[in-house]
């Protein structure tokens, strides 16, 4: 095991204890991952922050439950996720293209010309994704960015599996328009 695994495990034992320099420190060390987590559902920092903020305090008010053989950061940016699902929702900012299959219409993402997207960062593209309706970036960041399955998206936002690959399927279309534009592709 690592100094670093050793000294989070530690961190992580004085958050039990409710000890605050541990929940500082560990605060300190997640924040920017969370932020940037957070920032990928909300183009408004503030709102953004302020999930964080919550999502830290329902995690450390729920350390008890973490597991120490699972990833701290990968634990904790699940709370961010579903914190951040649960803001989308509680402000009705999500609704949800309502098609059940994808008629005609099929996606194969390992079948894409990546050399399409040269020239182009990860900053540009997250603004442009950020220009996507809530569903379809919602959609897209759970797919793409958070490693869900079009079927473990359906149970978080209670659609079908259809209609989270629709959705899917718009946002890249989008996207691909978006960049295109924007850079003339």
Same mark, same amino acid.
């Given at each position: 095991?690592?100094?670093?695994?050793?000294?989070?495990? !530690?961190?992580?034992?004085g958050?039990?204890?409710?000890?605050?320099?541990?929940?500082?420190?560990?605060?300190d060390?997640?924040?920017?991952?969370?932020?940037?987590?957070?920032l990928?559902?909300?183009? %408004?920092? %503030? $709102?953004?922050s %302020? #999930? #964080? =903020?919550?999502s830290?305090?329902k995690?450390?008010s729920?350390?008890?439950?973490?597991e120490?053989e699972?990833n701290?950061g990968g634990?904790?940016?699940?709370?961010? @996720?579903n914190h !951040?699902?649960?803001q989308?929702?509680k402000n009705?900012? @999500? !609704?949800? $293209?309502?098609?059940?299959?994808?008629q005609? =219409?099929t996606?194969?993402?390992?079948?894409e010309?990546?050399?399409y997207? !040269?020239?182009?960062n990860?900053? =540009?593209?997250?603004? +442009? #994704?950020?220009?996507?309706?809530?569903?379809?970036?919602t959609?897209?960041?759970?797919? @793409?960015?958070d490693?869900?399955?079009h079927?473990?998206?359906?149970? #978080?936002?209670?659609?079908?599996?259809?209609?989270?690959k629709?959705?899917? +399927?718009?946002a890249?279309?989008?996207?691909?328009?978006?960049l295109s534009?924007?850079?003339?592709?």
């Amino acid at each position: 095991m690592t100094a670093e695994r050793l000294n989070i495990i !530690s961190l992580i034992e004085g958050c039990k204890k409710n000890d605050s320099k541990s929940q500082h420190i560990i605060y300190d060390k997640f924040y920017g991952k969370m932020m940037g987590v957070a920032l990928r559902y909300f183009k %408004d920092y %503030d $709102t953004a922050s %302020d #999930v #964080v =903020q919550e999502s830290f305090i329902k995690a450390f008010s729920k350390i008890n439950q973490f597991e120490g053989e699972e990833n701290f950061g990968g634990w904790l940016k699940r709370i961010v @996720v579903n914190h !951040s699902l649960d803001q989308l929702r509680k402000n009705k900012k @999500v !609704s949800f $293209t309502s098609e059940d299959e994808l008629q005609h =219409q099929t996606y194969d993402d390992k079948s894409e010309d990546l050399s399409y997207y !040269s020239g182009i960062n990860m900053n =540009q593209i997250l603004e +442009a #994704v950020h220009e996507l309706s809530d569903s379809y970036k919602t959609v897209f960041n759970l797919y @793409v960015l958070d490693g869900l399955t079009h079927k473990e998206i359906a149970n #978080v936002l209670g659609i079908s599996e259809g209609t989270s690959k629709s959705n899917y +399927a718009k946002a890249k279309k989008k996207l691909k328009t978006i960049l295109s534009n924007r850079f003339n592709l």
